[in-house]
């Protein structure tokens, strides 16, 4: 039994709700986001892992382009790729691909060149411009021996035996 006194009812304990600890302005917006009717539900306190980039094989890719190539009635494109979670710009980049064999384009920086590359490209030039000095120089040779021939002047023996005559 309950005891009144003087028709007073006794004090009801008040239970704090979670909206009682924000700002007037806080409890609005979250009014404003859920429907009369609908129970809130705290946000999820837990942190969600850092996005990565999604990689797609080429395998795949082949096969959503033909199922995409292969869709006769019309929306049937959109709610493949709302299905797959993909965008209408991966069929473009992958149609892209597959124009050119389906090979990927490497992102971030350009790898290294070898040294020895660059050694290479520098002999090569190198070579080629004493090649081509060369055959001015026998070019040369040759004029002079034929110039020999017709003024009658003698040429130098090839070999000398240590004598000077």
Request: proline fraction near 7%; avoid cysteine; glycine fraction near 8%.
């Amino acid at each position: 039994m309950k005891k009144q006194s003087a028709g007073v009812e006794p004090a009801v304990p008040v239970v704090a709700s979670p909206g009682a600890e924000r700002s007037e302005t806080e409890r609005r917006e979250v009014d404003r986001r859920v429907a009369p009717g609908e129970a809130t539900t705290a946000p999820d306190p837990e942190v969600a892992a850092s996005a990565k980039r999604r990689q797609f094989t080429a395998e795949y890719k082949k096969r959503i382009l033909t199922e995409a190539e292969s869709a006769g009635e019309p929306g049937t494109i959109g709610a493949m790729l709302r299905r797959e979670g993909l965008y209408s710009s991966h069929l473009t980049i992958w149609r892209q691909q597959r124009d050119r064999g389906l090979i990927p384009h490497r992102r971030g920086p350009k790898p290294k060149q070898d040294p020895l590359v660059e050694e290479v490209r520098r002999l090569k030039l190198e070579v080629g411009r004493l090649t081509q000095l060369l055959a001015r120089a026998e070019l040369i040779i040759d004029v002079q021996k034929k110039v020999s021939l017709l003024l009658g002047i003698p040429l130098a023996a090839a070999k000398s035996d240590g004598s000077d005559s």
